[in-house]
Nanobody
Framework: QVQFVESGGGLVQPGGSLRLSCAAS????????MGWYRQAPGKQRELVARITSDGSTNYADSVKGRFTISRDNAKKMVYLQMNSLKPEDTAVYYC????????WGQGTQVTVSS
């Protein structure tokens, strides 16, 4: 029932920043833990950031200290602020529930390159 639309990706130079947005539908969005995932060509999809319904967060070691996940339950939005971007951050980024995931959206492409 819940659908997700990701936006905010693009081409950025190493060391730059991007802010990704995820718009969610559904009447009980606020009770779910949400996550940002990414998938690079030839690699498995991985969870990079997670936020619970009460705002507790955790991050993959590869992005810790550089990425910040946040949410606005009233607007049914989840955000990912990405700073100090590296070429290895290049991937398609998706949002979804961490448990009992719904269908994946189309994602948003992030490319970090000189």
């Amino acid at each position: 029932q819940v659908q997700f639309v990701e936006s905010g990706g693009g081409l950025v130079q190493p060391g730059g920043s991007l802010r990704l947005s995820c718009a969610a539908s559904g009447s009980i969005f606020s009770i779910y833990a949400m996550g940002w995932y990414r998938q690079a060509p030839g690699k498995q999809r991985e969870l990079v950031a997670r936020i619970t319904s009460d705002g507790s967060t955790n991050y993959a070691d590869s992005v810790k200290g550089r990425f910040t996940i946040s949410r606005d339950n009233a607007k049914k939005m989840v955000y990912l602020q990405m700073n100090s971007l590296k070429p290895e951050d290049t991937a398609v980024y998706y949002c979804n529930k961490v448990t009992f995931r719904d269908s994946w959206g189309q994602g948003t492409q992030v490319t970090v390159s000189s």
